[in-house]
């Protein structure tokens, strides 16, 4: 479905496992871009979990301009588990078009952002969404803190 503002992407559920690969490509190209705080060693870890077991835990949709994805979000039980842009398609507003639809169209209230990515923080902050908590590590244990967001 096309968005206002974004008439050239279109969102849609994701193909599955077969369209993996081009999803780590989104994320890996939007986490260098985004998330200069990680170490090279998570980064390499978190990646390598991608398809085997972060991607079937959500329910992900794909933002595709001309058939090519350049961004997906997942989200599990009412929570935007991830959210990412790929480098070259920020500020094209992707991002917010992914935010709308599952805001809209799949119940997403609540989204755990990295503390040290300032841009994502504002980006959920100018969409409504206000610090609800936060905890010292990431899910994993990682020290990488997280700010706890809720939508409205």
Do not use: K
């Amino acid at each position: 479905m096309p968005f206002e503002g974004t008439p050239d992407i279109s969102i849609r559920s994701t193909f599955g496992p077969e369209e993996y690969p081009r999803l780590v490509a989104v994320w890996r190209s939007a986490v260098d871009a985004t998330h200069d705080f990680l170490a090279e060693e998570h980064r390499a870890e978190i990646e390598s979990h991608l398809a085997s077991d972060y991607f079937p835990q959500v329910e992900s949709y794909v933002a595709e301009r001309g058939g090519v994805p350049v961004g997906f979000a997942g989200v599990a039980e009412g929570n935007l588990e991830m959210l990412f842009v790929d480098a070259s398609a920020r500020g094209q507003g992707i991002g917010s078009a992914l935010l709308s639809s599952v805001v809209a169209g799949h119940g997403v209230r609540t989204v755990d952002v990295n503390e040290q990515n300032a841009q994502a923080v504002g980006f959920y902050d100018r969409h409504g969404c206000r610090v609800a908590g936060r905890s010292e590590l990431d899910d994993q244990g990682r020290p990488y803190p997280l700010l706890h967001m809720v939508q409205g």
